[in-house]
């Protein structure tokens, strides 16, 4: 395909990811024009987040790139928070993943990734904060466990 047919295929990709029906279709559009950063953000509207996913080496994506934080969130919302914490320890924004967990309620994980990604000093805070969160929302016994445990590191 020449220039002008793959601005074409483009044009009328962004026409129809413009209607809320219509993006899943403008995907086959911004593919065939090789438009790969229009069929991730169309990926990511028709949450066809596996395409999504697939498209990060096509982006040359590396470090802290947004579409990572965007997979991430995305995950997030869909429930499968496995994923959401891999795509924001490869954006580089671990603290994302430690409050995905947080507002889950899984304390556990919110432990592991605590002490995984903090340094010392910045676990100590993050500690006291979260104890004084957990108080706060009437979870005393784990308020008391997470104190107990983080100030045995």
């Not at 438009?35 to 169309?42: M, Q, R, S």
Request: hydrophobic residues 40%; contains cysteine; aromatic residues 12%.
């Amino acid at each position: 395909m020449n220039q002008a047919e793959l601005l074409i295929l483009k044009k009328w990709g962004d026409f129809l990811f413009r209607i809320d029906s219509k993006a899943d279709e403008a995907i086959e559009h911004y593919m065939a024009a090789h438009a790969y950063i229009h069929v991730f953000e169309a990926a990511l509207k028709c949450k066809r987040l596996s395409l999504a996913s697939s498209l990060i080496n096509e982006l040359g994506c590396k470090g802290a790139h947004p579409a990572y934080m965007k997979l991430g969130h995305n995950f997030a919302r869909a429930g499968n928070f496995n994923e959401a914490e891999n795509y924001f320890h490869e954006g580089n924004q671990p603290l994302n993943a430690i409050n995905l967990y947080i507002k889950a309620g899984i304390w556990d994980k919110v432990d592991i990734l605590a002490r995984k990604y903090l340094s010392e000093d910045e676990l100590d805070v993050f500690s006291r904060r979260f104890t004084d969160y957990l108080e706060g929302s009437g979870h005393l016994n784990r308020a008391k466990q997470t104190l107990l445990s983080n100030h045995a590191v």
